[in-house]
């Protein structure tokens, strides 16, 4: 009885890791590169930042993506990418009356707020349902090799966050801003723009408004798995309810 115990934990295990198989929204790459044809007026990346500075912007900007599974699954993962702002040319101009043209940028690995949103039915973002609050110094800021618009290397960084708690609904669509919180005049930082997706994506920016852009994506991944089946949890629950009974029994 031991044996066969055995063999039916074996095969339920492997049963569920082949359930548990992750599913990835990618708009990154296996290796980012910068946006190829930036939109008029625009660098590679998008603010997406509040200012923390007293008497500063507070959230003057924040950007917003979709993603959709073909099935409920359970969100693991995030990584986006990030520019911080070392030469104002090659991002969205600054907020009114601040022109810094840093030229020997410095990275804040700031904290950042991560947001996931339901559809308004227009596809564009929802009510909001869940937000992870980023520490700095927790997003794991990795500086890329990338050199957009001929700026230096370390402006460029990937991130990532572990994800808990948000259930994606099959054929749903959602939306996910990430949002730096850092001191505007110490730097800037934005979302570095891709062209991996559906090209539908939207921004929030001072004096602008809510702009929806269908030229670009941001650089973002979304990784996700299917919740525990309820059925294989029962059969395994059956199994050692079995071999128990046969314990009792000798």
Not at 10 to 32: H, K, P, Y
Not at 116 to 130: E, I, R
Request: contains cysteine; proline residues 6%; aromatic residues 10%.
């Amino acid at each position: 009885m031991k044996k066969l115990l055995i063999v039916f934990c074996a095969a339920v295990s492997l049963l569920s890791m082949r359930t548990a198989r992750a599913d990835v929204i990618d708009q990154i790459g296996g290796s980012f590169t910068a946006f190829p044809a930036p939109p008029p007026n625009m660098g590679v990346s998008a603010y997406s930042m509040t200012d923390t500075a007293l008497g500063g912007f507070g959230a003057f900007s924040q950007t917003w993506d979709n993603f959709t599974f073909g099935s409920t699954l359970s969100v693991v993962q995030f990584d986006w990418v990030g520019i911080y702002d070392g030469d104002t040319a090659t991002l969205n101009p600054d907020p009114p009356n601040l022109n810094l043209g840093l030229s020997n940028p410095s990275t804040i690995n700031p904290s950042f707020l991560i947001r996931f949103y339901g559809d308004s039915g227009a596809n564009t973002p929802g009510a909001l349902l869940q937000t992870i609050n980023v520490a700095a110094g927790a997003s794991n800021e990795t500086a890329l090799a990338v050199a957009p618009t001929g700026s230096v290397e370390p402006l460029v960084h990937s991130y990532s966050t572990a994800i808990s708690g948000f259930t994606a609904n099959a054929g749903s669509q959602y939306w996910v801003s990430v949002v730096a919180e850092m001191n505007y005049g110490a730097n800037g930082w934005g979302m570095a723009l891709s062209n991996q997706g559906d090209l539908r994506s939207q921004q929030f920016f001072a004096g602008e408004g809510t702009v929806v852009d269908t030229t670009f994506d941001y650089a973002i991944r979304v990784t996700a798995v299917p919740e525990p089946s309820s059925g294989l949890s029962l059969l395994a629950l059956v199994g050692l309810a079995a071999y128990r009974r046969r314990r009792v029994g000798r």
